[in-house]
């Protein structure tokens, strides 16, 4: 059922972070020696300023009782109260008790020195510890006092480490994976503030675990190594700086052993007990142990004597640690796989018996089982449920086998859901997008910079350009004054030019209509005697035509001149091209020598303005008509048809043709007016422009002449 299933993994944790009290007196500046921040350094100074020998080789156990044998001797409170915070911090690593006690004493100093920052430090170990003991609600309460603290004092180091620790709490107990990303990123930008490598690498370590459990491998080597090299890069002899890389590798080997890279799993974890060793860091050791155990696969007895040494390291330290508890697993885990695989029946291993194989499996899961649901914490809880759930089916027990799969299943679904992975990347685009709103932040405080430097020097010489400023203005007023009169001046030679063309045009078109009028009037009045009725009929309807003719004429000025104001605009609308052809019949129906012909598509619609349209068409047939007048077979022929999506019109006639001088006034308008009907192609070519109406021509002498108009 569970065949395929490696064993859970040591370094599944987030790592806390110290806390930091500047040497100084509480009254003092806080930051006098912040280059001693690490613990050597401190202890040295510490030591110093007791008078105590320097004892900087000491370390683990021996530097403990050598602090603590300082403490009565510690007159200054300040001194004494950074003597609690070392022996705290050096308890962390080998008794979880001794850490709490040591860090409720420095509490109560502190609070009785009315030290803030100190008493800040304190909430923060405190937190720790119970964070340690898997007591969340606990570690929540103190860690969210120090994070009050920290915001208060503006102390941006210390709310880092803090931030970084609620992280942790949420990974290691809670198992709230998107909560844990929230806070290591948070801390990770107080960490990046204060330019502190143990701070930035403590959380990239702790980020590429988040990525690791995740199982999205890239992110979490992508972070790791991050970590791992700003470790490589310090070059420090510090206790903390040794045991901070000593963490690293440590790390890169969990990481390595879960992508099943095996060599890579133990060179690191090797590599990390080495350094463990020479700070003689327990813990440390109690991980990699752990670590290097999974490391081994199917070497079992290299493996279980890993896990036993580390299960008797963390017997010392921290037995409900949650490492612990996963190495206790990893232990029945591997007694497990002795029964179920049979290849394994023949490894040397006590004890050989099969039930007692099972009986000590069924011990280690039983003891991890309890003690995870004590802490509350879930995810491995629910792991090592899945292999109980094996060891069970294999001694017959179905249900209670069943069961504990069930509970397996369930936890899993919901821990590795996407949704959990979303948020997680949502969390990391997040904090890439507040880097770069920092970064542009940034830029912007130096433009501004630049800017204030820039004006401080305008400033400066500004008292000697001041007159010379006057000047140049005085000057330049008049210079603009003059254009803006040339200016004007040359759109009102334009206005009069287009107002002269405008009479040219209206004496020109009105005067034909008008004095073919006046001669009909005289010829009635004078000889109305001497016409027989027909004629006088005839001349009646010609005296109608003409006024109509004139109407129209005077019309077509009245379009023309709203098209030349810009603030008159067409009214565009879809027209269908039967009504056009309908109005140029009714129009000419008078024209009896000239046969006509209209040809469209049934339904053809063109969207434009229909007075201007009309307008157009009628003095594109009026100018055909005058030039078709000593033609016998005279035709005149409209067509309208769709092309490439769009609308094409075309007249054609059989006309003597049109030479370029009499197009250019479709294309310039220095071209002298032609023709005696309607508004000529100066018209023509204004309206068009109105109504967005393309205008081509095709002509020949001798054989005719073609208009081409063409809609969008």
Known sequence: MFKGLYCRLG????????????????????????????????????????????????????????????????????VKGRLYRVIAEEWFFTNIDQALHYSRLGLQHTTRMKWERGIGVFNGYIGRAYSDKGNYDSCLYYFKKAVRIYKTLGDTWNLASTTNNIGVAEQNIRSNYPAATHYYFEALGYAEATHDNYLIGLNLDNISEIYRIQKNYPKALQFGLRALALRQQQHNPD?????????????????????????????????????????????GLAKTYGNLAVAMQTEYSQKIRYALKAKQLWDSINPRHLDAVNNLANLGIAYLDLVRYDSLNTVRIQPQDRQKRLQL?????????????????????????????????????????????????????????????????????????????????????????????????????????????????????????NTTLLHLNQELDEANQVKTRFFAILSHDLRGPIANLINFLHLQRENSDLLPPDQVARHQQNITEAAEGLLDTMESMLLWSKGQMQQFKPDIKVIP????????????????????????????????????????????????????????????????????????????????????????????????????????????????????????????????TEFRLTFA
């Open 11 to 78: 370094e599944a944790t987030g790592r806390y972070s110290k806390g930091y009290i500047p040497i100084g007196r509480p009254t003092d500046c806080h930051e006098v020696c912040q280059s001693t921040r690490s613990m050597y350094g401190l202890l040295l100074v510490l030591l110093l300023l007791i008078g105590a020998p320097v004892q900087a080789q000491k370390q683990g156990r021996a530097l403990i009782d050598s602090l603590v044998a300082e403490l009565p001797k510690a007159g200054n409170d300040t």
């Open 239 to 283: 206790i903390n700086a040794r045991r901070e890389l000593a963490a690293s590798l440590t790390s890169m080997a969990a990481l390595y052993t879960q992508m099943k890279n095996w060599t890579k799993a133990r060179q690191y974890g090797l590599k990390a007990l080495a350094e463990h060793e020479k700070v003689d860091n327990k813990e």
């Open 361 to 481: 499996a069924g011990d280690y899961l039983n003891t991890a089982i309890g003690l995870s649901a004590d802490k509350g914490e879930v995810s491995d809880q629910a792991y090592f449920r899945g292999n109980l759930a094996e060891l069970q089916a294999l001694r017959g027990d179905y249900k209670a086998a069943y069961q504990n799969f069930r509970a397996y299943q369930a936890i899993q679904d919901s821990l590795y859901s996407q949704e959990n992975k979303n948020k997680i990347a949502g969390l990391e685009g997040k904090r890439e997008l507040e880097l770069r709103d920092k970064q542009l932040e940034i830029n912007r405080l130096v433009i501004a910079g630049q800017e204030r430097q820039q004006l401080a020097l305008l400033v400066g010489i500004g008292l000697l350009v001041v007159i010379g400023g006057l000047l140049y203005w005085q000057s330049r007023t008049r210079q603009q004054t």
């Open 577 to 704: 091209v039967e009504s056009l052809y309908d109005y140029l019949q009714r129009f000419f129906v008078g024209v009896p020598t000239v046969r006509f012909t209209f040809d469209t598509p049934e339904g053809l619609q063109v969207a434009t303005d229909e007075d201007y349209l009309r307008t157009i068409m009628q003095n594109l047939t009026s100018n055909a008509i005058q030039t078709l007048k000593n033609n016998p077979d005279a035709y005149i022929q409209w067509q309208a048809r769709p092309e490439n999506g769009r609308v094409v019109l075309t007249i054609t006639d059989n006309g003597p043709g049109m030479s370029q001088s009499q197009l250019k006034a479709l294309y310039t308008n220095d071209a002298a007016i032609l023709g005696k009907s309607g508004l000529g192609l100066h018209l023509i070519r204004d309206l068009a422009r109105a109504i967005a109406c393309q205008i081509s021509v095709r002509s020949e002498q001798g054989t005719g």
